[in-house]
């Protein structure tokens, strides 16, 4: 057998939530959209196809030109200043790659997304993560001290679903030399990005993606705002047709249909809200979310919270055939569940299973 580079023999790979491919689950563990996306996505898609798919014949273009300009002038940006991505994960990885090595460490909150240390254990560099208080505060100093080269927030952060202030991340960005990554996955959700950053300084860059507000994960499209240099950094280790034809054609058609997209993103928090006001009726915590899903922290009937309660409550939803998400590895997160925000009678069923417990 060939030799294995020493750090991948010892890799562990990144875990993603079940996708479970029988019927009749209620899906609330990976943060899907429960909305279609636009009809005009439909459309785009069969037009890229035409009647004999002969477009795929042909590479497509290769730097997501039009993606790129129309993410620009939605923010205000150039479009040297935008870069797409098989996924905002592939962006990730990018940036992962470029600044980061044995010497160049990374620095990440925990809890947080658990796939950057995947990414800097494929690169074989290390990542620092610094603690979280239940409190929230962005640990700015304890973030610059890390020395860290790359440094990996994301906003509003996973799982609790809880933004940091706009100003505790200019803070961030403001005190240190490094660049600063902020992960916007969710932000179409909060009140506020951190865009306006972006004509303050040269080293932060935002990432988001169309798998949870534009309803498109399965077609894997993300994208990365910064700084001319940084994009023309990712732009030289990417693949060279890294977006296909019928994501880009997809994407565009999601971008177009603004309207659309505002109206599920409302209904998202909207939902998101009543499931919050009617989790607290029950007498459990639950932080207050601005993302697609929520981190709540469930009680049995002697009103004890702990890994053992929330893992009987996974197992109890999952024999109800209610899919949710739990970290039991991270002492933070053991006593929780994370939970998508689905339909709205989907999450009615959520709180009436709840309500139903016999834990
Ligand atoms: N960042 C965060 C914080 C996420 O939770 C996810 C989804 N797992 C991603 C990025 C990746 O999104 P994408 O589907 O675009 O790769």
């Not at 239940?134 to 304890?142: A, C, G, I, N, T």
């Not at 409550?313 to 569940?337: D, M, Q």
Request: charged share 20%; proline share 6%; aromatic share 10%.
């Amino acid at each position: 057998m060939p030799a294995i580079t020493p750090h991948i023999q010892g890799l562990h790979a990144y875990t993603p939530g079940l996708q479970p491919q029988s019927s009749g689950w209620i899906k609330l563990n990976t943060n899907e959209n429960p909305y279609p996306p636009s009809p005009k996505v439909h459309s785009a898609i069969l037009a890229e196809l035409g009647t004999d798919a002969t477009s795929l014949r042909l590479y497509p273009e290769p730097i997501s030109r039009q993606l790129r300009a129309t993410v620009a002038s939605l923010n205000g940006l150039k479009e040297s200043q935008v870069f797409f991505g098989n996924g905002s994960d592939e962006v990730l990885k990018y940036l992962v790659w470029a600044y980061t090595d044995g010497t160049l460490k990374a620095a990440m909150l925990d809890p947080s997304y658990s796939l950057y240390p995947v990414l800097t254990g494929i690169k074989n560099s290390s990542i620092i993560q610094v603690p979280l208080s239940r409190s929230m505060e962005l640990p700015v100093d304890k973030l610059i001290n890390s020395g860290a080269n790359l440094i990996l927030i994301t906003q509003p952060n996973a799982p609790t679903g809880v933004a940091f202030p706009l100003n505790d991340l200019r803070a961030l960005v403001a005190k240190t030399q490094s660049l600063v990554v902020i992960d916007e996955a969710y932000s179409a959700f909060a009140d506020e990005t951190a865009v306006p950053l972006l004509a303050e300084f040269d080293n932060v860059c935002i990432t988001r993606t169309f798998s949870k507000s534009h309803s498109l994960a399965g077609l894997r499209i993300g994208y990365v705002m910064g700084c001319h240099k940084i994009m023309d950094t990712l732009d030289r280790v990417r693949d060279a047709y890294n977006l296909d034809r019928i994501a880009q054609a997809a994407a565009l058609a999601a971008l177009e249909d603004s309207h659309y997209f505002l109206d599920t993103i409302q209904k998202i928090k909207t939902t998101r809200d009543d499931f919050r006001s009617a989790i607290e009726k029950l007498g459990w915590f639950i932080f207050p979310s601005k993302a697609n899903f929520v981190f709540v922290e469930p009680r049995n009937s002697k009103g004890e919270n702990n890994a053992s309660v929330a893992q009987a409550f996974y197992h109890y939803l999952e024999s109800k055939k209610i899919l949710v998400r739990y970290f039991g590895n991270n002492p933070f997160t053991s006593a929780g569940l994370r939970i998508t925000i689905g339909l709205p009678h989907e999450m009615n069923l959520v709180v009436k299973t709840f309500a139903e417990a016999n834990i």
